[in-house]
């Protein structure tokens, strides 16, 4: 079922903070092995899915549904912000939550084409008729 816009921009921002308190709670243990600098790479890359989430219903929300989410300033915030969270638990835990938002982004760019692009008909163009030169 689904829920509006604001009710969506309070639920993504509430889980972003439980994501990122979970990342502070078992930051020992997210630091302690290589395999697990990866897995707090990968709950900073959900930080960065539900902050941008919830900044892109916020602006739906203030700004009317057409309002599209920018790279700059939008995503380039909520990358930079997913990615301090993931240094307060790790160095590597930076790269992989780049590299992971990264991939998460081109998929969230891939469904955004999919459902809200316009298709594009393809028309035939007639070739024009003129005077051949000899």
Same mark, same amino acid.
């Given at each position: 079922?689904?829920v509006?816009?604001?009710t969506?921009?309070?639920?993504? &921002?509430?889980m972003?903070?439980?994501s ?13 092995s ?5 897995? %707090? %790479? ?7 899915? &539900?902050?941008?989430?919830?900044? %892109? ?22 990358l ?7 240094a307060?638990?790790?160095r590597?835990c930076?790269?992989?939550? &780049? ?16 459902k809200?692009s316009v ?16």
């Amino acid at each position: 079922m689904a829920v509006s816009s604001g009710t969506s921009c309070v639920l993504s &921002f509430t889980m972003a903070l439980t994501s990122f308190a979970a990342m502070q709670m078992f930051k020992q243990q997210l630091a302690g092995s290589e395999y697990m600098t990866i897995v %707090g %790479g990968l709950l900073g890359s959900c930080v960065f899915f &539900f902050i941008l989430v919830g900044v %892109g219903n916020l602006e739906s929300t203030l700004f009317g549904s057409h309002f599209q989410t920018k790279l700059f300033p939008e995503v380039l915030f909520c990358l930079a912000a997913a990615m301090f969270a993931s240094a307060l638990v790790h160095r590597v835990c930076v790269t992989t939550c &780049f590299l992971f938002s990264l991939v998460a982004l081109y998929y969230i760019n891939k469904i955004s084409l999919n459902k809200y692009s316009v298709p594009v008909s393809a028309t035939p163009v007639k070739a024009s008729q003129g005077k051949k030169r000899k």
